[in-house]
């Protein structure tokens, strides 16, 4: 088992900037691709980014591409979510989740590949 925890989110004005990290604990010993998903209101859960096990590898949505950025740090077991240029269809509850993975290259995009999630951060962008 691995217990995910973010931190970070918060209300900011648009065009403003917040870092999204993510914990992990638990079962640290195995490899894991890190991904950040996001749900608004009355809306789907919608793929942010995700890095692979080295994070040798990232891939971010349409929707945030140029904007935000996946990262990690292994020695600390923190995956971080850089969201740049914020703007109000940004506001959502923000996720982090971790598959176990042997690959150093792979990202996964879908929620259902996902093994473990946190329980979410609130952003809220105003305009």
């Known amino acids: 088992q691995v217990q995910l925890v973010e931190s970070g989110g918060g209300s900011v004005q648009a065009g403003g900037s917040l870092r999204l990290s993510c914990v992990a604990s638990g079962r640290t010993d195995s490899t894991y691709a890190m991904g950040w998903f996001r749900q608004a209101p009355g809306k789907e859960r919608e793929f942010v980014g995700g890095?692979?096990?080295?994070?040798?590898?990232?891939f971010h949505g349409i929707s945030v591409l140029g904007r935000f950025r996946v990262s990690r740090d292994n020695a600390r077991y923190t995956s971080y979510l850089q969201m740049n240029s914020l703007e109000p269809e940004d506001t959502a509850v923000y996720y982090c989740a971790a598959k176990l993975s042997q690959s150093t290259w792979r990202v996964w995009r879908s929620s259902e590949d996902y093994d473990y999630w946190g329980q979410g951060t609130q952003v809220y962008v105003s305009s």
């Open positions: 890095i692979s096990t080295t994070g040798e590898n990232t």
